[in-house]
């Protein structure tokens, strides 16, 4: 009797001890779900959906990215959209997307929300016009004074007579939020008659089409429909970043809300992999991390 009444006794208690593990697996999963998927377990295929948004500057590489990793991961989705940094900082924040893609560091609005940096690439901006204007050069002040609406004629900087358009982003922008860091005088805005475009791909065509206009871009967007500008007396091109001689570049960021698991965590290791970035990085007209960290 007694007898019975242990091994009862044993079976009842490796009962609950199975019920724990298993409560306790579902939870992981659970978690592992709401960043994306599920680790794969040894010898298995990874799984799961990536959703990312945010930056148009750095769509063309996380595109890249999606498109070799769902190569190498069939049961993979990676699902990519614009809509730049500040809508990519608010939804990964709302937790409504695994990965929000930004040209600037989140502000202080983020400091709470539990966003989890990691910086994938360097993005360099140009300074482009219609292929009308005469000039070749600005420097940051003349840029500053075109942007703000100082200067509102070609002539005042070695141009022909020729009124200036500015064609730039909308608010959500993380390039317009660079630009004025870096370009504009501290404390001033860009002027209210700025054509403002959602996306870098409508700003050049914008420019293209606009006699006498200027805009600001990512590099990898410019292309011969446009004039990019020597900044400062320097051309742009990689080494004239490496060597800091070229200053208007921006770390890319792509934050997480906390830190990355699953199908996340291995596509964000994919972009930051030797593999991908030595192929990709540069060939897209980025700059790789690892070569300013020299």
Same mark, same amino acid.
């Given at each position: 009797m007694f007898g019975n009444a242990k091994k009862a006794a044993t079976l009842g208690l490796i009962a609950a001890m199975t019920a724990g593990l298993m409560a306790g697996c579902g939870a992981d999963k659970t978690e592992e779900q709401n960043q994306g998927g599920t680790t794969a377990p040894s010898g298995s295929e990874l799984s799961g959906k990536v959703t990312a948004s945010g930056s148009t500057a750095l769509l063309p590489?996380?595109?890249?990215?999606?498109?070799?990793?769902?190569?190498?991961?069939?049961?993979?989705?990676?699902?990519?959209?614009?809509?730049?940094?500040?809508?990519?900082?608010?939804?990964? *924040?709302?937790?409504?997307?695994?990965?929000?893609?930004?040209?600037?560091?989140? /502000?202080? $609005? =983020? #400091?709470?929300?539990?966003?989890?940096?990691?910086?994938?690439a360097v993005a360099p901006f140009v300074l482009v016009t219609n292929k009308d204007v005469t000039v070749d050069n600005l420097t940051k002040e003349q840029a500053g004074k075109i942007f703000t609406g100082e200067i509102t004629n070609w002539k005042d900087v070695g141009g022909a007579d020729q009124k200036i358009t500015i064609v730039g982003r909308a608010e959500s922008s993380g390039s317009r939020k660079l630009i004025k860091k870096l370009v504009l005088p501290e404390g001033k805005d860009f002027a209210k008659d700025a054509i403002a475009q959602d996306s870098t791909g409508a700003l050049r065509t914008a420019v293209e089409q606009t006699a006498g206009?200027?805009?600001?871009?990512? *590099?990898?967007?410019?292309?011969?429909?446009?004039?990019?500008?020597?900044?400062? /007396?320097? $051309? =742009? #091109?990689?080494?004239?970043?490496?060597?800091?001689?070229?200053?208007?570049?921006?770390?890319?960021?792509?934050?997480?809300?906390?830190?990355?698991?699953?199908?996340?965590?291995?596509?964000?290791?994919?972009?930051?992999?030797?593999?991908?970035?030595?192929?990709?990085?540069?060939?897209?007209?980025?700059?790789?991390?690892?070569?300013?960290?020299?």
């Open positions: 590489l996380v595109k890249q990215a999606a498109a070799e990793f769902q190569e190498k991961h069939k049961n993979v989705t990676v699902d990519v959209a614009g809509g730049g940094s500040g809508t990519g900082l608010k939804q990964v *924040a709302e937790g409504s997307v695994n990965i929000g893609n930004s040209d600037v560091e989140a /502000g202080d $609005e =983020y #400091k709470d929300k539990g966003l989890v940096d990691h910086q994938v206009s200027i805009g600001y871009m990512d *590099a990898p967007y410019a292309d011969a429909k446009v004039k990019t500008l020597k900044f400062e /007396g320097v $051309e =742009y #091109k990689p080494e004239n970043i490496y060597n800091g001689t070229y200053k208007l570049y921006a770390f890319e960021h792509m934050y997480t809300k906390g830190e990355p698991t699953g199908a996340t965590k291995a596509f964000l290791d994919y972009m930051m992999s030797d593999e991908f970035q030595s192929k990709n990085v540069e060939a897209l007209k980025f700059i790789p991390v690892s070569k300013m960290k020299k």
